[in-house]
């Protein structure tokens, strides 16, 4: 059954097209739907994750890098300019009244850059796991 179900998630086969040796692919069809709503999955991974974490066979360091982030192909003619500031719908002014909504984005990314920064250094504080 089990089989049946990792054969299906490898290779993206429909359920009706699974091959004879795992049996009818409607019982494991519903079994896989059970477990799914159940969380017995999810249980599955806590454990096999809690396992291998426990052996110190899983590094939780995580590196992302740039070079594999494609932009989409109307990247390329992004305006330069910021866009005009327009009326907010509805009723009151936010707290940020006066600003634009260029002016907004780019605080908040000032933020989000800030977090990142204080994340980077709070992991460069704690020890490194490696396997």
């Known amino acids: 059954m089990i089989d049946g179900i ?10 009706r ?6 049996g ?3 019982m494991v069809y519903e079994r896989h739907r059970l477990w799914s709503a ?7 991974l806590q454990r096999v994750q809690a396992e291998a974490d426990a052996a110190g066979n899983i590094d939780w360091d ?3 890098d740039s070079t594999v982030v494609r932009a989409h192909q109307h990247a390329a003619g992004a305006r330069t300019d910021p866009p005009p500031a327009l009326a907010p719908k509805g009723a009151g002014r936010g707290e940020h009244q006066d600003e634009t909504p260029w ?12 977090e990142a920064r204080a994340w980077v250094v709070h992991a460069a504080g704690s020890p490194t796991r490696s396997t």
Not at 6 to 15: A, I, M, N, Q, S
Not at 17 to 22: A, G, I, S, V, Y
């Open 103 to 114: 002016q907004s984005l780019v605080g908040r990314l000032v933020e989000v850059v800030l």
């Open 17 to 22: 097209d699974l091959p004879e040796r795992f």
């Open 38 to 44: 159940d969380g017995t999955w999810e249980r599955l």
């Open 24 to 26: 009818p692919w409607k």
């Open 62 to 64: 995580s590196s992302v």
């Open 6 to 15: 990792l054969h299906r998630v490898r290779t993206g086969v429909h359920w």
